[in-house]
């Protein structure tokens, strides 16, 4: 009997240690926490044309309680510098749920130019470490028709043991969120 639950217990532990693809976090990635988008802020006749960007994809609210604006935004290859959904996808492979797991996640840190980060170090077993940035500017922007906080202007991975520019994130990292 007692080897019997032994076996089980020793299998049940292997599986758990040994199973591909496990990921963890430093910050625990919980699920994202949606909030409306700000009013005025989803769309209509002002968000047309050269302004269609800046419509709210969604919004989700940080640990410290502030909303964070996931703008639709437009990749690099636009023409435009890029930001927001369409810019941390097809210019760093970071998906929308990546972005919003992450600052629902983790606290805000001060960032250049008076912007806040919002970092994440997802581990996972036979990948090894990376971090994911997010990236966000408080202020309204001149260009979007509202005058609500900017929100998220890019998303991107870094090696956290390298001290390198900010990356496209490989796909391990969207597939294991």
Known sequence: MFSRIAAVLLAVLLTAVVTPGLASADVPLGPAIYTPCPAGTAGGPSYRGAAAPYRCY???????????ILREGQSDGS?????????????HNVSDTAV????????????????VRYIAELRVEGRGVMAIWVEVDRSPSDKAPDQEPFGVLTAYCKVPSKANLENKCPAWVNDSL
């Open 58 to 68: 969604s919004a989700v609210v940080d640990p410290l309680g502030n909303t964070v």
């Open 79 to 91: 023409g435009e510098s890029g930001f927001g959904w369409l810019h941390a996808l097809y210019d």
């Open 100 to 115: 919003e797991r992450v600052v629902s996640s983790a606290y805000p840190i001060s960032a250049p130019k008076g912007r």
